[in-house]
Nanobody, 124 residues
Framework: QVQLVESGGGLVPAGGSLRLSCAAS????????MGWFRQAPGKAREFVSAISWSGGTTDYADSVKGRFTISRDYAKNTVYLRMSSLKPEDTAVYYC?????????????????WGQGTQVTVSS
């Protein structure tokens, strides 16, 4: 069982930066791939970024490539999403997720565990 708790969301002006954190409980954190997804009001949950269990490979949605960076700290059982050059269209609830297969994926159904989400609002 893995429990995920996101933090770091907030209100930021366009062009600003935020760093989201996702703290994971459980001794198997290092074997899980981790992903970030987001959901805007009235829209489906969409893939943002993912990192493999080893941290060796990462993936990004085209809409955030070059602006967002995913990383993980095994000592702290935490995965991060560094977001810069934020745009109003990045406004959403951001969710952290864990995938027990260990291989990064863009598919919501691949992930076994989800956090409660953290709100990111980018003002224009």
């Amino acid at each position: 069982q893995v429990q995920l708790v996101e933090s770091g969301g907030g209100l930021v002006p366009a062009g600003g930066s935020l760093r989201l954190s996702c703290a994971a409980s459980g001794r198997t954190f290092s074997s899980y791939a981790m992903g970030w997804f987001r959901q805007a009001p009235g829209k489906a949950r969409e893939f943002v970024s993912a990192i493999s269990w080893s941290g060796g490979t990462t993936d990004y949605a085209d809409s955030v490539k070059g602006r967002f960076t995913i990383s993980r700290d095994y000592a702290k059982n935490t995965v991060y999403l560094r977001m810069s050059s934020l745009k109003p269209e990045d406004t959403a609830v951001y969710y952290c997720a864990a995938d027990s297969t260990g291989y990064r994926s863009r598919w919501v159904v691949q992930y076994n565990y989800w956090g409660q989400g953290t709100q990111v609002t980018v003002s224009s």
